[in-house]
């Protein structure tokens, strides 16, 4: 644990000393100045003061007048424009698709490619999950055997992309022909047309606009098509529109081997969706996007492979995820948050991690490394809800409270892992409790295979209505959070 107690009274010095660092330039250097300045006007008295003033070249006092305003002008127009949410929503399939933990244990029981090993795996790992009675797949898996085909796929993709745009669009009160951009991700499923255009044909949008479709990109995906979305809105003309859908289709990604590493995706992975309307305009939007931080780490080996799409000794194509992935994302994630620290952290923070970095180097790594308080940063955590042993390293390594990390735990719970989507349920189960505030700052952290951690900083600039509470959590958020949905017990999920 990072800044463990060093002093009986802690509490109340740290206070202290953050309204000190934090507020330097005013606290400090400002009453210093003028200090300085009154000292320096009292030496030289009232008449030396007049004739100096009047000594003074008309270019001078133009000079000192022009240039700071010229400057901020020019950095004023060289700044990126800023890209704002309008609003988001995300899909709650359909009550057909529920499949609580019984029925997917039973079914899993009378697979015909599963052995009693193999069984006995899958149902220790479901226990170990975090993932409620209440997660949804496809009918296509409720099948014995599940019934995998391009069909099932694209019904799939379509019931939970147009769900999610069709609440998008009634929660804005937006046009589709007023939308100028699609950004589209899909790990695994990626048909021709492309989703993208499946959209561009359901909701007959402008032949003039802007498209993309990210594949292959993992759970981290939702962030990058973020950022795509708000590079080419910066290329748009002001008050231009940009939709973003996330999603995974899960009948894709079945397994029906019996390699236990390759059976885990089944166990986490579940239906879901989100749609996301970003602009340049402010007057309509709730959030600003601040930050947008991207970490790949595909050049070592062991990173690269940790989640691998491959056939096994059969021949049966699968997901492969390692052993070490939890170990690598612990490791990505550090990476991440250094670049990260150096954008959002307060000057206290970053003080005390150089002390204790240069520290370490003094005494030969002695000392423990001091890890940034980073909920002097945030206010809201939406941590990628990968499985419980993810959940958890990020909690450790980050030093979060339960309560910091319980979006990421009841968004497992009710809807399982829903890929790159997940962030923004979480997002959604926050305002769902009326948590969020003007002011307020909130993390999202996605991994992905590659492997990546992707992060995206959110500034609450609107305070959210009292409207009632939409999908997905409608229906279940008063049973939340759920009692001894917590950290996992050891193992990894």
Request: net charge positive; with cysteine; charged share 20%.
């Given at each position: 644990?990072?800044?463990?107690?060093?002093?009986?009274?802690?509490?109340?010095?740290?206070?202290?000393?953050?309204?000190?660092?934090?507020?330097?330039?005013?606290?400090?250097?400002?009453?210093?100045?003028?200090?300085?300045?009154?000292?320096?006007?009292a030496?030289?008295?009232?008449?030396?003061?007049l004739?100096r003033?009047?000594?003074?070249?008309?270019?001078h006092?133009?000079?000192?007048?022009?240039?700071?305003?010229?400057?901020?002008?020019?950095?004023?127009?060289?700044?990126?424009?800023?890209?704002?949410?309008v609003?988001?929503?995300?899909?709650?399939?359909?009550?057909?698709?529920?499949?609580?933990?019984?029925?997917?244990?039973?079914?899993?029981?009378?697979?015909?490619?599963?052995?009693?090993?193999?069984?006995r795996?899958?149902t220790?790992?479901?226990?170990?999950?975090g993932?409620?009675?209440q997660?949804?797949?496809?009918?296509?898996?409720?099948?014995?055997?599940?019934?995998?085909?391009?069909?099932?796929?694209?019904?799939?993709?379509?019931?939970?992309?147009f769900?999610?745009?069709?609440?998008?669009?009634a929660k804005?009160?937006?046009?589709?022909?007023?939308?100028?951009?699609?950004?589209?991700?899909?790990?695994?499923?990626?048909?021709?047309?492309?989703?993208?255009?499946?959209?561009?044909?359901?909701?007959?949008?402008?032949?003039?606009?802007?498209?993309?479709?990210?594949?292959?990109?993992?759970?981290?995906?939702?962030v990058i098509?973020?950022?795509?979305?708000?590079?080419?809105l910066?290329?748009a003309?002001?008050?231009?529109?940009?939709l973003?859908?996330?999603?995974?289709?899960?009948?894709?990604?079945?397994?029906?081997?019996?390699?236990?590493?390759m059976?885990?995706?089944?166990?986490?992975?579940?239906?879901?969706?989100?749609?996301?309307?970003l602009?340049t305009?402010?007057?309509?939007?709730?959030?600003?996007?601040?930050?947008?931080?991207?970490?790949?780490?595909?050049?070592?080996?062991?990173?690269?492979?940790?989640?691998?799409?491959?056939?096994d000794?059969?021949?049966?194509?699968?997901?492969?995820?390692?052993?070490?992935?939890?170990?690598?994302a612990?490791?990505?994630?550090?990476?991440?948050?250094?670049?990260?620290?150096?954008?959002?952290?307060?000057p206290?923070?970053k003080?005390?991690?150089?002390?204790?970095?240069?520290?370490?180097?003094?005494?030969?790594?002695?000392?423990?490394?001091?890890?940034?308080?980073f909920?002097?940063?945030?206010?809201?955590?939406?941590?990628h809800?990968?499985g419980?042993a993810v959940?958890?390293?990020?909690?450790?390594s980050?030093?979060?409270s339960?309560?910091?990390?319980?979006?990421?735990?009841?968004t497992?719970?009710?809807?399982?892992?829903?890929?790159?989507s997940?962030?923004?349920?979480?997002?959604a189960?926050?305002?769902?409790?009326?948590?969020?505030?003007k002011?307020?700052?909130?993390?999202?952290?996605?991994?992905?295979?590659?492997?990546?951690c992707?992060?995206?900083?959110?500034?609450?600039?609107?305070?959210?209505?009292?409207?009632?509470?939409?999908?997905?959590?409608?229906?279940?958020?008063?049973?939340y959070?759920?009692?001894?949905?917590?950290?996992?017990?050891g193992?990894?999920?």
């Amino acid at each position: 644990m990072g800044g463990s107690p060093l002093h009986p009274n802690k509490h109340l010095l740290k206070p202290l000393y953050q309204l000190l660092v934090n507020n330097f330039l005013a606290v400090v250097v400002v009453p210093a100045t003028a200090v300085g300045v009154l000292h320096k006007a009292a030496q030289l008295g009232p008449d030396e003061l007049l004739i100096r003033l009047h000594g003074l070249r008309q270019v001078h006092v133009f000079l000192a007048v022009f240039l700071p305003f010229a400057l901020a002008t020019l950095c004023l127009m060289r700044r990126p424009r800023s890209v704002y949410l309008v609003d988001y929503a995300c899909c709650r399939p359909k009550p057909n698709c529920r499949v609580s933990m019984g029925s997917f244990t039973e079914n899993a029981r009378n697979m015909p490619y599963l052995d009693d090993g193999s069984f006995r795996f899958l149902t220790r790992m479901l226990e170990r999950s975090g993932l409620g009675d209440q997660t949804y797949l496809h009918p296509s898996l409720h099948n014995i055997p599940p019934r995998c085909s391009l069909s099932d796929s694209r019904d799939e993709a379509e019931q939970v992309i147009f769900a999610a745009i069709d609440d998008l669009l009634a929660k804005t009160g937006i046009s589709p022909g007023a939308i100028d951009i699609i950004v589209t991700n899909c790990t695994a499923f990626n048909p021709t047309p492309s989703f993208t255009d499946m959209i561009i044909n359901k909701y007959k949008l402008r032949s003039d606009i802007r498209d993309a479709h990210i594949s292959g990109m993992g759970c981290s995906a939702g962030v990058i098509s973020m950022e795509v979305a708000r590079n080419l809105l910066r290329a748009a003309p002001r008050g231009a529109h940009a939709l973003v859908v996330s999603t995974e289709t899960t009948s894709l990604i079945n397994y029906t081997g019996k390699n236990r590493a390759m059976l885990l995706p089944a166990v986490l992975f579940r239906m879901g969706a989100a749609a996301v309307l970003l602009s340049t305009s402010k007057s309509t939007s709730r959030f600003r996007l601040t930050h947008v931080v991207r970490t790949l780490t595909a050049a070592q080996d062991r990173a690269y492979r940790c989640a691998y799409q491959e056939e096994d000794d059969e021949g049966q194509t699968g997901i492969n995820l390692s052993k070490d992935l939890v170990a690598i994302a612990g490791e990505t994630l550090k990476a991440n948050i250094v670049a990260i620290g150096s954008l959002v952290l307060p000057p206290s923070e970053k003080l005390l991690f150089a002390l204790s970095f240069v520290a370490r180097k003094v005494l030969n790594r002695k000392t423990k490394q001091y890890v940034p308080d980073f909920r002097t940063a945030f206010q809201h955590f939406c941590i990628h809800s990968g499985g419980r042993a993810v959940v958890d390293a990020v909690q450790t390594s980050l030093c979060l409270s339960d309560e910091d990390v319980e979006p990421s735990r009841m968004t497992l719970h009710r809807f399982g892992n829903t890929s790159s989507s997940s962030l923004w349920y979480e997002l959604a189960y926050i305002e769902a409790k009326r948590r969020t505030r003007k002011g307020d700052r909130v993390w999202m952290v996605g991994f992905g295979s590659g492997f990546k951690c992707n992060s995206a900083v959110w500034e609450c600039i609107r305070s959210p209505s009292n409207s009632p509470i939409g999908a997905p959590w409608a229906d279940s958020i008063h049973h939340y959070p759920v009692l001894g949905v917590g950290a996992s017990p050891g193992g990894t999920s």
